[in-house]
Structures are given as C-alpha cells and as structure tokens.
C-alpha cells in the first residue's frame, strides 16, 4: 500500500508571505497526485491535480505545485497567501488495485495566515 | 450540476448501536466511495461501490459495510459501535467507463459527524 507524508501539521503565515507545503509518496510507479483544500466549515474541494506532461501544475486561487519523481515529491506553493487561503490542505496520491483506485491521503497541513 | 449531499449532518450514537448514512453522488457520477477521517487525520479509504456492488475495501471490519443504489446514490452501514468509529465520515462520487478505471477525480460531500458515546 501506498503512504504519503505531509512534513508540516500546522503552519502559520502572515499575508503576503510565500507559502510551500511539503508533499512526498511512497509509490515508485506511475502515479497521479493530487491536492485538495478544506475550508473551515466546506467539504474537501480540489485544488490541482497532476497526471501528465509538464510536472508543474497550476491550480485554482493561484496555488501551483511541482511533481519531482526522482525525490517523490509534490510539492505546493503560493507565492503570496492571503487570509482567505486559511484552511487544511491535504495531498493525496491515486492508487491502482484490483478492479478499482482510490485515494491515498497524507494527515494535512493546517494553513493559518494571519492579515 | 448538483455536488455530493450527505445526510445527516450531524449524530450522536452510544456503544453498541448502529448507524445509517446516506449519500447522493453528483449528477453524471456512477461510483462513490467513502472515507473516514478521524481528528487530525486525513481520510482514510473505507470501500467503493460501483455498479450496485463492492468493489474495494480498505482495512475496515466487515461490521462496516454499504449499499449502492441504482440512482448511484449509496449508504454506509456501521454495526456494533465502537468509541474509535467517532469522526467525520465523507462520502465521494466520481465517473468510472466500463473499460477503464483510471485516475479519477472525486467530489466530496460535506461529511456527516458522528459522534459515539
């Protein structure tokens, strides 16, 4: 089975700072990654997703992230947050079974930005 | 389109009792999967319905289990509650073709908090 591990549990930001939030997979194989955002209150909502092609992805609200399949990594960044970006992101990779995939995720990362 | 609708939003159960949660998958989607995400967890994969059937399971007791109907819309059962099956169950709808199951992208519904004492 597939693990992934989110380096932060908890990050705080003031506005306007650069944001990256660590991302890495076990899987060696061919993978599809994917971040997803949960605002306080909202259900899980997708922020990008990479299956493909150029390993930089941009995503909604300005989020972008790079896939490195030689460091199992995916990574996310904003270059400047704002408080609206307050949440918990989760990164979570697509694992192939037996007749069915589904989702591995990491524990997330709780995004506080102070304005 | 309409997303994923959980039902109910909110429960509180004791030790022992059963639970019932409902789940309507969004318009166009034929599977649905569910997650349980404890406190500080992200969600972790309980089982797949698709085409009326189980067709994957993570590593939960077989005292949880589901149903698919053929609206597409979907339950998940719990028996015998324990205190550890406290957390916010998700429910997620996606578009699986015939011959393929590739990656696919889930929607997720609000989640329904149960809460066992």
């Known amino acids: 089975a597939q693990s992934v591990s989110q380096h932060n549990h908890h990050v705080i930001l003031s506005e306007a700072a650069s944001l990256e939030l660590g991302c890495n997979y076990s899987y060696g194989g061919t993978v599809n990654l994917f971040w997803y955002v949960q605002y306080p209150g909202q259900h899980l909502q997708l922020l990008l997703k990479?299956?493909?092609?150029?390993?930089l992805v941009k995503g909604i609200k300005g989020f972008e992230a790079e896939f490195i399949k030689s460091k199992f990594s995916f990574n996310l960044r904003k270059p400047s947050v704002q408080w609206s970006d307050t949440a918990e992101y989760f990164c979570a990779v697509n694992e192939m079974n037996s007749g069915y995939s589904t989702l591995t995720f990491g524990k997330g990362t709780m995004l506080l930005v102070s304005p | 389109e309409t997303g994923v609708t959980q039902s109910p939003t909110h429960l509180i159960k004791t030790r022992g009792q059963q639970v019932t949660l409902r789940c309507s998958s969004q318009?166009?989607?034929?599977?649905v999967s569910w997650y349980q995400q404890a406190l500080g967890q992200g969600p972790q994969f309980i089982f797949q319905?698709?085409?009326?059937?189980?067709?994957g399971r993570g590593n939960f007791p077989p005292r949880f289990s589901g149903l698919q109907f053929p609206n597409y819309s979907s339950e998940l059962n719990v028996n015998a509650l324990e205190l550890d099956d406290s957390a916010l169950y998700l429910c997620a709808s996606s578009f699986r073709s015939r011959t393929s199951f590739g990656a696919n992208v889930l929607t997720f519904g609000a989640g329904s908090r149960l809460t066992v004492l």
């Open positions: 990479y299956f493909s092609g150029d390993p």
């Open positions: 318009s166009g989607h034929n599977t």
């Open positions: 319905y698709y085409r009326e059937e189980e067709n």
